[in-house]
């Protein structure tokens, strides 16, 4: 096959901090090109409270940066990529919605709401809606059914309906000019194909089989009574969202002829339904049954699918959901993770630079340039630092316990009202110490996940890893595999979660017939594979327990 017979495809990842396109050969997979960009806004820290935990992100940071990124690795590539680019999908974090009006447009794109934050996307790492998400729980278990059960049995402040009310019942402008709400997942194909019009959006089974309650066993969303008993201002919304959901192997359109210019490509390009990050990170993982693909990056998204047979009737407490067709067509996928991951090694770096930046920053000592410089230099270098320090630590010295809910829980059980704990600390503790102790913690909360799934039949013959921690700390991956007592080997992949929704793109544009097909073709194996330390193995066992005992004892601090 020569270049000019040869099909690419791009896939769109949007994470929380930043966006990247991937250009990728459906022949064999290689990556042609790619690029990342920043969301401008976002990084300015407008919109957003950590201290309400409210956390809001533009639309035109999404529409920026999509550009920026497709046109950016288009740039790099050779010229005749871009005609024979045949398809496009995206993956964003979730649940991350907006409200919108009658026509599908987001309110923050209107002139009356372009700088309120209730009218842009609620990051699915915003936790303002905890008392939402507690009413929802609270009537579902009076309800006749419980509309919760395959979303592991509680409703998440994290998840679309407490989002949405919360910012309803806050905010009486927004509320009045609201008709319906959109996922990010399910906006940016809608966008570029010009097909926004609320009931002729192709809705993604992976978000709301996953955080919006649907399911085929009640018609789709839950039913208007049910809405309105948990408050009258979600009277008829339903009706103008949706009742059927798609797999991501479903063409959505075409690009329009706006967008096709904009993008640098032509509207013979097909764009697919959208998806959560983590849910096609696994499938460029290569995932498959009894596989669990752990996405690990400021949070953590586990993943697994399993066969019918292997389900049947079981429903699986405290995960965030089990989903006909939600990662694989044909397969139940099967999610859960933790609200905080590198997200709380980000914590500890923040609370360490303060000094560096409040008594050096304002040193008169030395010139301005060279404290920055010394500053950015100390931010580069402590983790790999620290990590460097912890790991010379014997595990006999590692005596500090953490829990690692700073963020709240997502799995099992979710609570958004949970705190973080650091106990055990003596006149001799160490910064490294207290970096190991956290590591820990969070690689019990990921044990804590495993369990879980093994505690309801559902085996785990392999562990892959992937995300941004995954590929670039030894010392937490090496803890990880520790704690769990499994090897944990690392996606090839840099681009997992984008490259994934390459692969969706390679069956919509009709390359392959199903996706196992471009898993085969496109999937790139793994890299590297940390092995358990059998002493150290059973030492976490014990500590684990402790960990249980002492998350028990603080849940309700």
């Known amino acids: 096959m020569n270049k000019k017979e040869e099909k690419y495809t791009i896939g769109i990842d949007y994470g929380t901090d930043s966006a990247r396109a991937v250009i990728i050969n459906t022949f064999n997979g290689d990556e042609i090109a790619s690029s990342v960009k920043y969301y401008p806004r976002w990084m300015d820290g407008q919109f957003c409270n950590p201290l309400i935990n409210q956390y809001r992100q533009h639309p035109l940071d999404y529409i920026q940066v999509l550009e920026e990124t497709v046109t950016s690795a288009l740039s790099k590539a050779p010229k005749e990529v871009a005609k024979n680019v045949v398809g496009m999908s995206f993956d964003t974090t979730g649940s ?5 009006n009658e026509n599908g447009i987001p309110l923050a794109l209107l002139p009356e709401f372009e700088e309120n934050p209730n009218a842009m996307f609620v990051l699915w790492k915003d936790h303002t809606a905890i008392k939402e998400a507690a009413e929802i729980n609270s009537l579902v278990k009076k309800w006749k059914v419980d509309y919760t059960k395959y979303e592991g049995g509680i409703y998440s402040s994290e998840w679309v309906w407490a989002k949405m009310l919360h910012v309803l019942r806050n905010d009486e402008k927004v509320q009045e000019k609201a008709i319906c709400w959109i996922e990010h997942c399910d906006w940016m194909p809608a966008l570029i194909t010009g097909t926004q019009s609320p009931l002729k959006t192709l809705r993604s089974r992976c978000a709301a089989g996953h955080k919006a309650m649907w399911h085929p066993d009640w018609e789709g969303l839950p039913p208007e009574s049910f809405l309105t008993a948990i408050d009258p201002l979600l009277k008829g919304m339903r009706k103008k969202l949706y ?3 798609y797999a991501s192997d479903t063409k959505v359109g075409n690009l329009t002829a706006e967008w096709a210019k904009r993008l640098g490509l032509t509207t013979n390009v097909a764009v697919g339904v959208g998806a959560f990050d983590c849910h096609m990170g696994a499938v460029a993982s290569q995932i498959e049954p009894n596989v669990l693909v752990k996405s690990i990056g400021t949070s953590t998204c586990d993943i697994m699918i399993a066969s019918y047979n292997e389900i049947g009737n079981k429903l699986i407490p405290g995960i965030c959901g089990q989903v006909d067709g939600s990662v694989i067509p044909g397969y139940i996928g099967l999610e859960a993770g933790q609200s905080a991951f590198g997200d709380i090694y980000s914590w500890f770096k923040k609370v360490l630079i303060w000094p560096a930046e409040n008594i050096l920053g304002f040193s008169e ?3 301005k340039e060279t404290k920055q410089k010394l500053i950015e230099e100390m931010l580069n270098k402590m983790i ?3 990590s460097e320090a912890a790991a010379k630590i014997p595990i006999e010295e590692s005596t500090i316990l953490a829990i690692d809910w700073l963020n709240g829980r997502r799995s099992p059980d979710a ?14 503790t160490s910064t490294p110490h207290i970096f190991r102790a956290l590591v820990e913690a969070t690689a019990f909360g990921s044990k804590a996940i495993m369990e879980r ?3 309801e039949d ?12 995954a590929k670039k700390s030894q010392f937490v991956m090496q803890t990880l595999a520790n704690v769990l007592n499994k090897p944990i080997s690392i996606a090839s992949t840099e681009q997992a979660c984008a490259h994934g929704a390459a692969m969706f793109a390679s069956v919509v544009a009709g390359v392959y017939e199903k996706v196992e097909d471009a898993q085969k073709n496109m999937g790139k194996g793994v890299e590297k594979t940390y092995l ?11 500590i684990y327990e402790k960990y249980k005992k002492l998350g028990a004892v603080t849940h309700n601090l």
């Open 96 to 100: 991350t919605p907006i409200l919108t």
């Open 243 to 245: 009742s059927k959901t």
């Open 365 to 367: 000592l030395i010139d």
């Open 384 to 386: 790999p630092k620290l």
């Open 415 to 428: 609570s958004q009202e949970v705190k973080g704990v650091i106990a055990g600390l003596t006149l001799g």
């Open 453 to 455: 799934f093994e505690e």
């Open 458 to 469: 559902i085996y785990i013959k392999k562990i892959i890893g992937l995300g941004g921690v």
């Open 532 to 542: 358990p330390n059998v002493k150290e193995a059973k030492v976490y066992e014990l």
